[in-house]
């Protein structure tokens, strides 16, 4: 065991993460990153299509991108956040190409755009269609310059509380050697991402393990919205990896067993571009009614020729052909909606703060909350860097007005002895890969695209069966170097806590709103449930409180596309 | 069958023991040698780096020259064979570049229109002739010789340039000619390696290492040869295994044939006939056992 | 689908460590991939099974691997690709890299090198208010690069860091390019001429391992081609290899052949004495290859007809006259 001490130590190393990072070195603080994968495995890198901004000096307006976000979100956004987050989105997309991302350019060599769902005007910033993958390798180039300090391939166990129940810092296992460590620090900026693998299938990488939420959570910090879960309309059929929105940003059609564009019916107006929340239950409805093919519609790209393709869709050109088998530019793409996204997360403010003193969060595992009942695509790589930014900003700031921290070294006897019963206790014929698929099917039957009280509650009641068992869990695996057997009884662990909260958030929210349509309560409510659903550990089991929505200019309006 | 000879450079050059080598072999196999005699260098890969359109042109030349004639250009070499076919693959997959190579072979009245086909006699004799033929025409199994094959890197790799989708026998046609001669094939993987002659000039200390490893790990599998269809990979395998010998100090005595030797050998062509005399590390142990072998045969006669 | 995975392991832990292997028969679905058979041995078969994953889609670049001796992405080598006709598939961990547990390796040597190209954009002079102004053209190409996943198949399969651990090698030679072909950067002269030096881009061998190994197609190599002819272009030419390339091109030019006699003492610089002794070094192989007769003709080969003559040296003009 080794004690490290820093101002500032931030978890995970996504764009959130780093751009934490980079914000707090910035102001002056002693900076740890700490990461279960090395920095460019992270997951931002599967954000395809772009990042959206209102460069106003080309006159967009960033009124209008708040707007569509606010209706986006069916008015379950914070308004003042959402504000802030496109206001400020034309500088960060600057900024960002000033530190060397390669955004595809117009003919006058300026920033290029297309267009993306929910929006009326093209705003979305990208490089080809790995626009996330080109961002984060390019903050990890920001990462180098500055010389950051990066525990790479650490993973945390839990946050560490002073007396005055003030978060101080982290206890994490270091992979390589299987050694337990203790990060003190006077700010702890989680930033580790959603929570994709507590569904089956999803898009999101098996790292993806609702870490941050379940360790915030366990601290006292709120989780908020957290039944507002995202279907992705395009979505691959065997392992459900996705494909770009931006396939339909350049033109692509989707098309019923019968050839029919079918959102025609649901979305005459914004057809394939339409919000995510209303893609998906378009195209779950044509599926269910009978008129889908093997489970799935189909994404036709065929007219928009190869060239194109090729040259602005080349990586789900290739995703195509390696998973699915199909080329693009001859053959439509069978796709479904899949699990995408967490729109809730750990409650923040605009500055990334909790209510728990030296606890702060950012990206995906927080919840500003800036994407409410459904976040716009293009959006989320936009909070990443702002809200992670902002973040890293307040966490500085704060360190410097943060005293000595006084944690006793003991505390880490507590992980300690914990990982040791964990790795004592006798496997069964449980695993944890059995635990999180079961997990993962229930999560993906009763809360998905439509939902009903008692799919739900099937739901609930598997999860916390889960967790019973899972307190009976054993590892195989008794080594010491890169036990990744451990660690992943360690995330099932995180992420039935999680699930739980989900379940719970879901069944309590009698209305249909943004990704959360109950087909017992199809409309929305906004009378009883224009609020945040928030849940906090109690002694007994999770709680769930209200927290009112801010409304700046925008009155919930009926929403259409 | 009639081809478009292509020697290339060293096979006149540094090898100048492969171009009457092959001419014999040909000979045997019939095929018929229309030599390109006004044909450039492929530029090796080094013109490339300089400028790859210019070594592109250079190649689409030869290409149109072997179009005129309508005939198959045939290479002995693995650096000239996929130099050749990169650029190949350059020009048909870009129509734009092919019209602006093209408008420079115009003055010449020459133009590239893709449909020539090049190939190494080492795919001929598998894929034209059939090794079963090869066979045939050999008068002698050569069963003593344990052989390791070294391919050369540009006859391998990019495996998308090679044909080896269409073709996926080019991948074994080394070992399945050494079979054919009846010897043992030595299976290691420095056979798709490279024999580091590229950086010989820039980095010798490599390029010298490239050797020894490769010779040494043969030479410990119990290879008492190996065989080339490349001559650049022969100048270094063979030139600097002295070198490597002593820089690895390790006692390394591997003697390299060119492809066409061995064939030429199993054919009844004597050791100087294929030119084994001009070789740096002697081939006598070789020769030694193909001779053996002939002896005990000529005494049942 | 029936198919027999024989996986490369090790583990450290274990007294006497040694790396030995193991043979796992599955029944799967004809679309697994490579990963996806390994994921479902660590699931449902031996838990202990370490490798690194993520997101399946070949993009977090975790699950390089050897597969059947060759680099490439776990997760994007279908298993129906590779199995032999007993349906079977080796599995190891990456080359040229130290091994940690079965399928995991030690990345830092990696990493190293990547730092070592100084791999971030460096600007010159104040910053634009908005973005810098650049062609398309000038930046697509980057985007190739730029689809580098850094997971390292390259590294793996290079040929010169099997006989040289110094060698910058093909991944931080690909990403020192997307700085140097960048129209933001300001330090294109000096990161040239660091590549310039010993193990940068002159130490390659043109090989193609990187070429065929890398699942994103960046064509590391092809970008180390492309860094030399920059180097070569900025007037940094007292190298060997950009001395041997001028010469190639030079021959080629005058008779239409290399000349290999004259490519020695060209390569090594006729004028610089710095290189006598490595000329030296190289006369006894010449005079070994004399007494065999080996050496190449005093008086070069030409294509043969003038107007052949005329016809190469033309094109040269034309083409090199352009640039």
């Known amino acids: 065991m080794a004690v490290y001490q820093h101002d500032v130590v931030v978890v995970g190393a996504g764009l959130a993460g780093m751009r934490a990072t980079l914000a707090a070195i910035q102001k002056g603080a002693d900076v740890a990153m700490i990461t279960k994968v090395h920095p460019v495995r992270s997951h931002s890198n599967a954000a395809q299509g772009g990042i959206n901004a209102a460069l106003t000096s080309r006159g967009d307006d960033w009124d209008e991108h708040a707007y569509e976000t606010v209706k986006g979100s069916d008015y379950l956004g914070d308004q003042d956040a959402i504000e802030v987050m496109c206001q400020e989105a034309g500088a960060a997309i600057i900024e960002l190409e000033h530190m060397g991302v390669i955004f595809n350019r117009d003919e006058d060599g300026r920033l290029g755009t297309r267009r993306f769902g929910g929006q009326q005007r093209a705003r979305t910033f990208h490089v080809a269609d790995i626009t996330g993958q080109a961002m984060l390798h390019v903050l990890y180039e920001q990462i180098l310059k500055v010389r950051a300090r990066v525990y790479e391939e650490w993973f945390v166990t839990s946050l560490v509380l002073d007396d005055n129940k003030a978060v101080r810092g982290v206890v994490a296992i270091e992979l390589m050697t299987g050694q337990l460590h203790l990060i003190k620090a006077k700010a702890v900026i989680l930033c580790t991402g959603g929570t994709g693998r507590v569904y089956e299938p999803s898009t999101n990488g098996l790292i993806v393990t609702a870490d941050g939420q379940a360790l915030a959570y366990a601290v006292g910090a709120s989780v908020m919205d957290m039944e507002m879960v995202q279907y992705h309309p395009t979505t691959l059929m065997g392992n459900g990896v996705l494909i770009t929105e931006a396939a339909r940003g350049e033109g692509a059609y989707l098309v019923n067993k019968d050839g029919d564009r079918f959102m025609q019916k649901y979305a005459p107006n914004f057809m394939e571009l339409a919000s995510r929340d209303v893609v998906s239950r378009s195209e779950q409805t044509e599926i269910n009614e009978g008129r889908g093919v093997d489970g799935c519609v189909l994404l036709d790209l065929r007219h928009l020729g190869r060239e194109l393709i090729e040259t602005k869709l080349?990586?789900?050109?290739?995703?195509?052909?390696?998973?699915?088998?199909?080329?693009?530019?001859?053959?439509?793409?069978?796709?479904?909606?899949?699990?995408?996204?967490?729109?809730?997360?750990?409650?923040?403010?605009?500055?990334g703060r909790t209510p728990v003193a030296g606890l702060y969060a950012a990206g995906e595992c927080a919840c500003v909350s800036v994407h409410g009942g459904n976040r716009l695509g293009a959006n989320s790589l936009l909070d990443t860097i702002i809200f992670g930014r902002r973040a890293g900003d307040a966490a500085a700031a704060d360190a410097k007005e943060t005293g000595e921290v006084k944690v006793s070294d003991s505390v880490i006897s507590i992980d300690r002895d914990a990982i040791k019963n964990l790795m004592d206790r006798n496997p069964t014929s449980d695993t944890p890969a059995k635990i999180r698929l079961e997990m993962g099917k229930a999560m993906n039957e009763g809360v998905a695209v439509f939902r009903d009280e008692a799919g739900m509650q099937r739901a609930l009641h598997t999860v916390r069966e889960l967790r019973?068992?899972?307190?009976?869990?054993?590892?195989h695996d008794k080594g010491q170097v890169?036990?990744?057997?451990?660690?992943?009884?360690?995330?099932v662990g995180f992420m039935l806590e999680t699930a739980e909260t989900i379940c719970i958030g879901a069944i309590a929210r009698?209305?249909?709103?943004?990704?959360?349509?109950?087909?017992?309560?199809?409309?929305?409510?906004?009378?009883?449930?224009?609020?945040?659903?928030?849940?906090?550990?109690?002694?007994?089991g999770p709680v769930i409180t209200y927290s009112p929505v801010t409304v700046t200019k925008w009155k919930p309006q009926v929403r259409s596309y | 069958m009639k081809v478009a000879f292509y020697p290339g450079c060293v096979s006149r050059g540094g090898c100048p023991e492969l171009y009457p080598a092959t001419i014999k072999v040909c000979q045997k196999l019939g095929i018929e040698l229309d030599e390109l005699t006004g044909a450039a260098c492929t530029g090796a890969g080094v013109l490339q780096e300089k400028d790859r359109k210019l070594g592109d042109t250079l190649n689409a030349r030869t290409f149109a020259m072997a179009e005129k004639k309508g005939l198959p250009i045939m290479t002995i070499c693995s650096t000239c064979q996929g130099v050749m076919s990169q650029a190949y693959k350059r020009l048909m997959d870009d129509a734009k570049y092919r019209e602006e190579v093209n408008a420079l072979l115009k003055e010449e009245g020459l133009e590239f229109k893709g449909t020539v086909v090049i190939k190494h006699l080492l795919w001929i004799m598998v894929e034209d002739i059939g090794v079963d033929r090869v066979k045939a025409l050999l008068t002698r199994q050569l069963p003593d010789l344990r052989i390791a094959p070294f391919y050369g890197c540009y006859i391998v790799r990019p495996s998308w340039a090679l044909g080896f989708a269409e073709h996926p026998d080019r991948q074994h046609s080394l070992e399945d000619l050494i079979e054919a001669v009846g010897a043992t094939v030595v299976d290691y993987d420095g056979k798709t390696k490279c024999c580091g002659l590229p950086i010989l000039l820039i980095n010798e200390k490599n390029s010298v290492d490239m050797v020894a490893k490769h010779t040494s790990t043969a030479q410990h599998l119990g290879a008492n040869a190996m065989v080339t269809p490349c001559p650049l990979c022969h100048l270094n395998l063979d030139g600097y295994q002295p070198k490597a010998a002593k820089q690895s100090g390790i006692g390394i005595h591997m003697p390299i044939l060119h492809l066409p030797q061995l064939i030429g050998l199993a054919m009844g062509f004597s050791p100087k006939e294929m030119g084994m005399e001009r070789h740096i590390v002697s081939t006598r142990e070789v020769e030694e056992a193909i001779a053996g072998r002939s002896a005990v045969g000529a005494g049942r006669r | 689908m029936r198919v027999t995975l024989d996986i490369g392991r090790f583990n450290p832990d274990a007294p006497n460590a040694k790396p030995y292997r193991q043979e796992f028969i599955l029944e799967v679905e004809e679309y697994y991939t490579v990963l996806d058979s390994l994921i479902y041995v660590r699931e449902y078969e031996d838990p202990t099974?370490?490798?690194?994953?993520?997101?399946?889609a070949s993009i977090c670049g975790s699950c390089a691997m050897r597969v059947n001796g060759h680099a490439s992405l776990g997760c994007k080598t279908k298993l129906i690709s590779v199995m032999d006709k007993d349906g079977r598939v080796r599995v190891d961990p990456v080359g040229n890299m130290p091994r940690v547990k079965d399928l995991v390796w030690d990345m830092k040597p990696f990493w190293d090198k990547i730092r070592a190209v100084d791999p971030f954009l460096q600007p010159e002079g104040p910053e634009p208010e908005e973005e810098y102004i650049a062609s398309p053209e000038s930046m697509l190409h980057l985007v190739g690069v730029m689809g580098c996943i850094m997971c390292g198949a390259c590294v793996s399969d290079c040929t010169v860091l099997e006989v040289d651990e110094n060698f910058l090698g093909p991944a931080a030679l690909a990403k020192a390019y997307r700085f140097t072909g960048d129209p933001r950067d300001g330090k294109t002269k000096e990161r040239l001429k660091e590549l310039n030096e010993y193990s940068g881009i002159w130490d390659c061998t043109r090989c193609m391992e990187c070429v065929q190994a890398c699942p994103k197609g960046v064509a590391p190599m092809e970008r180390i081609m492309a860094l030399r002819d920059k180097t070569i272009a900025a007037g940094i030419r007292n190298t060997n290899g950009a001395r041997h390339a001028e010469a190639v091109s030079d021959f080629v030019k005058k008779s239409g052949k290399?000349?290999?006699?004259?490519?020695?003492?060209?390569?090594?610089?006729?004028?610089?004495?710095?290189?006598?002794?490595?000329?030296?070094?190289?006369?006894?192989?010449?005079?070994r290859a004399l007494r065999r007769g080996k050496l190449p003709p005093i008086i070069p080969h030409k294509v043969e007809g003038k107007e052949n003559l005329q016809a190469v040296r033309r094109i040269f003009d034309k083409v090199e006259g352009k640039k």
């Open chain 1, 468 to 475: 019973e068992r899972f307190t009976g869990l054993g590892v």
């Open chain 1, 510 to 540: 009698k209305e249909s709103r943004g990704a959360h349509f109950r087909t017992d309560y199809p409309n929305r409510d906004d009378e009883n449930f224009l609020k945040h659903t928030v849940v906090t550990k109690g002694p007994s």
């Open chain 1, 314 to 351: 080349s990586y789900i050109n290739e995703v195509a052909l390696d998973f699915a088998n199909v080329n693009l530019a001859e053959q439509p793409l069978p796709i479904r909606p899949g699990n995408h996204y967490e729109m809730g997360g750990i409650k923040t403010d605009v500055n």
């Open chain 3, 258 to 287: 290399l000349d290999e006699l004259r490519l020695v003492p060209r390569t090594y610089g006729m004028f610089n004495p710095m290189s006598l002794n490595s000329l030296f070094a190289a006369i006894p192989v010449g005079l």
């Open chain 1, 482 to 491: 890169f036990n990744t057997n451990l660690i992943f009884a360690l995330e």
């Open chain 3, 49 to 56: 099974l370490a490798v690194r994953c993520s997101c399946r």
